[in-house]
Structures are given as structure tokens and as C-alpha cells.
């Protein structure tokens, strides 16, 4: 593939950014890709494993001339990096991120950055419960989405330039708007995240089954609540803390229909329970058809 | 391996069964396996993939002389099934189960057998959200645990003919009692499941969120909820009438903590759900160390 951006740099070398410089690597996309993480410990990890082509000491040097700068850090923090990266941003450049919440990014980061710079928030729906400048690889993308984030005030030409990246990168891409953003990714990752938090929570708090029972027979339904509540816990508490609202929302409803399923235990009521059971099915189908996931019987058994 | 049982007995055909079956043969465990669905179309599906040695169309039959019949029906037919094979059974003969729930299998099964047969419970903590008689495979239960619910009232020949039997069959093998049992299962298990089938019903039930967009935006977090919501209606709703007080008690503490997450999300109490997500996170790391989960990145990816 060819080369889409003569300089790229990734501020905060996680997992996300991790996976990004190396799907630039497999596919030649970028010239040259500099890299920045606040931590010393962090930078020398990157330098080790030669994760990005050049791990830059300050944050200035990092963006320096940079065509698109990638902004892979906590969303609780993004409104800072913005602040910091503003004075030294390239006129012209784009600037994007990648964080799980939209509406509060774009009102934190658009004050701080100069007018000729264009902002395109994006948020690559793809992750792992790791963390790290070590956790990353270039398949992470692959078959995934990847929302952008735009509006009629968006830079049609950096938006563009910036999908065919993703798209080069192996996701697939759609635009939406912020507000529909957050809802949707509210359903669909934050309150389900929230509530296997949740429920791992609870397991470690109940002392009559002892820890090592709860790990031991942790095989079915339990196991992947702790393969969710296992994610970056910073990551986390900032989504719930910017995409308040929407969670609020979620967990109200959440709340009210397991309020209705407990009645059902409660009463008896088995034709309750079996019809809801069945609907939930039908969407299990719909993204096994949607190519979002195998039909492999892996449950309770792992990747492997 | 050396043959454990001269004849076995499955009744109900469907994933359990059909894996205990294909892990015999794999392993010549058993001289004659015999196998009894209800429905005409599963025994037939049964003869065509050459599920069991011999597929019999009365239940009579099937029990007829074996030394283990193994109950593999939904928990809410298994006190008439065990009435039905009773005048049947072999003088000595076991029987055992794979309910998800003991208290309740015991209190229905145990008054329909003759006093000369010995009844074992066993739970094998496996299964995929696949169900009927094509979903079953011989590696179901490699490396998993099946729990026999053994007290002072069990005979110790029959229990551990049965323990070496799901030996043999892969599993790992602990007993202990009946409400023990439930109460670990419904943290681990249960409970999860009626909040995965809680989040999966609430994403179906907003408007606002296309279905297309939950089935598409799915890969991080509510996929996973969606494959644990997949599993077979009847056997939940069996399983959350069946285990109905220890249910009621952990989704109580589970709302407890959700509603406790919920105010600090409110409150913007960032250290509290920081702390939390950090806990739990420390419950992952015990599953992957007790084997029962790689530590691979799949998570948004699926098995493949």
C-alpha cells in the first residue's frame, strides 16, 4: 500500500498506539512515525522493543512537522496533551484521537488548538484487557471499525486522508456524530464493561465462597465478565466519568428490566423468563451473521 | 485408557451428552453406550451422526441393564424422567446428572429411585452457547472441572467409579455439597448469565440504537455479553427457578455494588470506580495462573 502521511505521532504508546505504528509498518503508510509517552519507563520500553521509528524525549519534538498527530491517552487527560501540543502543531495538520468517548474529547480539545489545525476525533472500536507499549500488534484493527467523528464544520480533505489511514490500517470506517456516538458505544461497551466491573466485584466480596473457588470454577458466563472488568482501569474510569450521561441512561434501563427478570424468578414465572432468554438470541445471530464474531464454540474454553 | 462402565445410558441428546459420548468412544471408556432423546427429530439426527452406539426409541430400553444412566435433561424434567426410568433400572446400577443446580435436582430425584440404585450428582463445568445433538465434541471437558455432590449418605464404590470416570472423560474432578455448590455456581454462573441476558434485552429494546448499530459496534464488551445470552432458554429458565434463593441473594449484593458504582459515577468520584476496576482486575490474573483462560488477546476477536 502507499504511503499516506509524510510524518505521524502518536502521543501515549499503549495499546492502541502500540498497534497503530506497527499496522504502519506492515503496510508502509507512513514515512516516518515519532512517538511520545510522559513516562521514562514507558520511552526506554519503546526504544527496546524499537516500537516506533523514533521516540522523542519531549513532547515538542514529538509533533514537530508531524502531518497527523494521534492523541492515545486517558480521555481524562486529553484536554491537556491538547494544551501542551497546540503551540508546536504544524499549520495544516491534522489532529484526531482515539479515545471511547466523543462528545467531552471534542469539547476539551477543540479550544486549545489553533485554527489551521484540523481536528477529526476518531475512536477504533478495538481493544484487549492488556495495556501497555507491549501489548500491541499489527492485526489489531483488522475487520474492525473505526468511527470518525465529524460534522458540516469537519475538513472534508483531513477527514478523508484519515479514513483511507484506518482503512489502510485494516478497519472498516463509518461517521457519526458525537451525542449518537456516546449512546451507542454506551450500550454496546461502557454499561456492559460497568457491569461485569461489577459482578467480579461482587465475587471478591463474598467471603462464604472463598476466592480460589470463584477462579477454579470460573469456566461459564463468569469468565468473561473477568476478561472485561480486567481493562485499563484509568482508561475506564475517565469514560464513565466524560460519558456520563449516556451511562446514567443505560444503567437506568439496565436496572429496570433486571428488576422485572427477578420478579420473574421470584414468582415463578418461567414463560417470562424463556421468552426474553429466546428474543436475546435472535441477536447473537445478527453479529455472528455481521462477521463481528465466529460461530466457534470457544465459551468457556479461550482462544485457545 | 481401560474401560470404566459395560454400558452406559445418556438420556437427553443434546450438547453434554453428545460430548460425554464422542469423549467415551475417543477413549474406549465404555463398552455400549445408549442414548434416548424425547423428540423423534433429535433421535434421528442422533442415528445420522452416529451419536451413541445405540439410539433407542423407548426410555425403557435405553436404561435397560446399563450401570451408569446419566440424566441430561433440562433440571425442570428431571424428577419425572428419574420416575420414569425408576422400574427400570439395573439392581447397583448409578445414576447420575450434569444440572447446573444440586439442591433441586437431589429433592426431585432422589424420592423417585429405588432404594437399590445409587445416586451421584455431577455438574461438568463446560458448555458452549451451542446446544442439541450436532454441538457436542469429544474435548468439552479437557481441563475442566466437574463437580460430584457427595455427602455422608454416598456410596463411595459408585462415587469414585463415576470421579475416574470424568477423569478419564478430561475432567478435573472435586466434590462437595449441594448448597455449597449452588451458592459458588450462582456468583460464577448463574448470576452472570442473568445480567449478560439483562444487557443483551436492553440494547434490543432502544429504539434509538438501530439494531444494526448494536450487531456492528459490538466487538468490545457486549459481544461477549451477547455469546453468554446465546445459551438455551430452557435450561436458564430451569436453572434461575431451580437456584431461585441463591439468585435472589447475589443479584441483590450485585445491585448493591452496581448502584454504589452508579453514585460515583455521579458524583464524579473518580478514585472510587479507580480502586474498584483496580481489584478486579487482580481476579483475571488468578484465573489465567489457575489455567482456566489464556492470557492470548482475543477479546473483541473471537476464537479465531
Known sequence: MSQIYDRVALIGLGLIASSMYWAC????????VTGYAKSTETRDTARRIGLCDRVCDTIEE?????????????????????????????AGATVSDVGSVKRFVIDVVTPQLPAEVHFVPAHPLAGTEHSGPESGFAELFDNRWCLLVTDDQTDRTAADTLKSFWIAMGSNVEEMDADHHDLVLSVTSHTPHLIAYTMVGVADDLRRVSESEVIKYSASGF????????????????????????????LGRFTEEL??????????DG?????????????RRGIIEAGQDTDAPDFGRGAS
Not at 25 to 32: F, I, P, Q, S, Y
Not at 65 to 76: R, T
Not at 224 to 250: C, G, H, Y
Not at 271 to 283: E, K, S, V
Open 259 to 268: 428488576f422485572a427478570l427477578q420478579r420473574a424468578i421470584r414468582q415463578g
Open 25 to 32: 509498518k506492515r503496510d508502509g503508510l507512513v514515512g516516518e
Open 223 to 250: 469468565r468473561d465478565f473477568t476478561r472485561i472488568a480486567a481493562s485499563d482501569p484509568t482508561m475506564w474510569r475517565d469514560v464513565f466519568l466524560s460519558n456520563k450521561d449516556a451511562t446514567l441512561e443505560i
Open 271 to 283: 414463560a417470562h423468563l424463556h421468552d426474553y432468554f429466546t428474543r436475546t438470541r435472535a441477536i
Open 62 to 90: 514529538a509533533v514537530k512537522d508531524a502531518d497527523l498527530v494521534v492523541l492515545c491517552v486517558p480521555v481524562g487527560v486529553m484536554g491537556d496533551v491538547a494544551a501542551q501540543i497546540a503551540p508546536h502543531l504544524k
